[in-house]
């Protein structure tokens, strides 16, 4: 009997160690943005009067209020603008410099390279006052531009540092033939080379959007009414008789979203960029 019970021991699944430890780790990261979600489905007296682990009496009125209240919705749209515009621009800022960084040797460059990076290492709120002087004086204040150029400054130097490191990954002798075979260079950049560095636009338009979504004070600072990203119109929660906790998640619900998306739609190219070393 203890040699027929012996094999059916060792088939018997055994619990993995390591997966136990990231099913525990996966859940505490979760734990907030269900607490959210519990929140954000949830009236304001409800989530103040008692505690629940989920919503005894579901409702969708908080997302009701943020999508027929047009101060609510306008502010993701205004986020959403400025987000891309400075995600456009800083991709086309960042791919020729950072051609020019990885297939040129010119006096300065490593020290020209290390500045960029230096502008990426300063905090946001160094660069608050100069550039609210800036923009009052030229009329950009109050404007989708004004934001979306000041994440330049530290969107622009990330993204040459990715786009520069999968550059060096395309042998030089794919730009001779192609010069060889009669390309121009803006033909040869966007239909040959751009191709083959995918992977690293889709990193770098990551880093560069979710970057530009999640920051606060340059975007609250250069803005007061007509470009109010919702960051700063989730404030609005806040009234006399307290803060509408309900609205409130349900902003934050709808603030996930896009980063998730853009994640998911770009989560190949952030693997691939693991796997080269480069983020």
């Given at each position: ?83 891309v515009?400075?995600t ?81 990954g ?9 010069y060889?075979?009669g ?23 990551f ?42 998640a349900?902003?934050?619900?709808l ?13 190949n ?11």
């Open positions: 009997m203890a040699d027929i019970a012996a094999p059916r021991s060792r088939m018997l699944p055994r619990v993995n160690g390591s997966a136990v430890v990231m099913v525990i780790y996966l859940a505490f990261l979760l734990l907030p943005i269900y607490w959210l979600l519990n929140m954000s489905l949830k009236t304001n007296t409800e989530i103040l009067g008692t505690f629940s682990l989920w919503p005894q009496n579901p409702t969708l009125a908080n997302y009701a209020t943020i999508l027929t209240d047009a101060s609510w919705y306008v502010g993701y749209v205004n986020s959403l603008t400025y987000v515009m400075n456009a621009i800083s991709l086309t800022v960042a791919l020729p410099a950072a051609y020019a960084f990885s297939r040129y040797s010119f006096m300065g460059d490593k020290h020209l390279f290390f500045w960029l990076l230096t502008n990426r290492m300063a905090p946001p709120a160094v660069f608050a006052l100069p550039f609210f002087q800036l923009y009052s004086s030229v009329g950009l204040f109050d404007t989708h531009i004004a934001v979306a150029l000041a994440h330049c400054l530290f969107n622009v130097p990330l993204a040459v540092w990715i786009l520069e490191g999968f550059m060096r395309v042998p030089k002798e794919i730009d001779e033939t192609a060889i075979d390309y121009s260079f803006p033909r040869f950049f966007i239909k040959i080379f751009m191709p083959l560095i995918a992977s690293g636009i889709g990193v770098a338009a880093f560069c959007f979710m970057f530009s979504w999640v920051e606060l004070l340059l975007s609250r600072t250069l803005t007061s009414v007509e470009a109010k990203p919702i960051a700063a119109t989730m404030t609005r929660t806040v009234g006399a008789s307290g803060v509408d906790w309900g609205v409130l349900a902003a934050g619900m603030t996930i979203i896009p980063g998730a998306l853009v994640i998911y739609f770009v989560r190219y952030i693997a691939k960029g693991f796997a080269l070393g480069r983020v």
